[in-house]
């Protein structure tokens, strides 16, 4: 084991002298730390208000869902610009440390519907989950199987239009993997947290335990 740990830290740093790593918030060389110094210090941090409560349980996220992050989420998830995928998967992992540290017993996803997954080629909030099980070196479990190509929630304007567009679309699968469990379920934006409200239904009525909820990133709540 410390071999390979060895031989994947050699293999890295040489990407990196000739690949350097570059910051996705804004492009500049952040080399093993995955994010520049500039955008450590300006982004949106959620902070203290890291997590949110509603239908959906308990959220957390690191990011409030604007300006830079919004733009770098748009540029991932749209124009499969993956390059930030390690940055993105550390930042989450952290967050989930802080605030749900032994609190869950397993990791899964929000998926996308089969005929997104052909037209955008990837499931983004998979790479993501992914992506931050890496350090971890655990792998997440499949729970939750897209049903209904439904419109794109961000085409809608009411939270009522979101929450009855999301309603069965979701359906459970490998239940037998989770009966019991804590779960921690990912997506890549809350927003109203009607995406999330629903999945949660949808795996506690098929026997999971608890469903704790995180984002790469969330909204401000409305004052």
């Known amino acids: 084991m410390k071999l390979n740990d060895e031989l994947n830290k050699l293999s890295r740093g040489i990407l990196d002298f000739f690949f350097p790593r570059r910051c996705p918030f804004c492009g500049a060389v952040a080399g093993k730390e995955l994010l520049c110094n500039k955008c450590l210090r300006s982004l949106p941090f959620t902070g203290e208000h890291a997590v949110r409560e509603g239908t959906f349980g308990r959220c957390a996220a690191p990011l409030y869902y604007e300006d830079r992050v919004r733009e770098a989420i748009l540029q991932f998830k749209f ?117 999330l409200s629903e999945c949660v239904r949808v795996l506690k009525e098929a026997g999971a335990g608890e469903v704790m909820c995180l984002t790469l990133a969330m909204s401000r709540e409305k004052k």
């Open 79 to 195: 124009k499969a610009k993956l390059g930030g995928l390690s940055c993105f998967g550390m930042l989450m992992a952290e967050c989930a440390a802080e605030h749900y540290s032994g609190a869950f017993d397993a990791i899964t996803w929000v998926p996308v519907s089969k005929k997104r997954l052909k037209k955008r080629g990837f499931d983004q909030t998979r790479y993501l989950t992914g992506s931050m099980c890496v350090d971890w070196h655990v792998a997440p479990i499949e729970t939750l199987r897209k049903v209904t190509d439904n419109p794109p929630q961000s085409t809608l304007e009411t939270e009522e239009q979101r929450r009855a567009n999301v309603l069965g679309v979701y359906e459970a699968v490998n239940a037998e993997q989770f009966r019991g469990k804590r779960l921690l379920l990912v997506d890549d934006i809350l927003t109203t947290g009607a995406t």
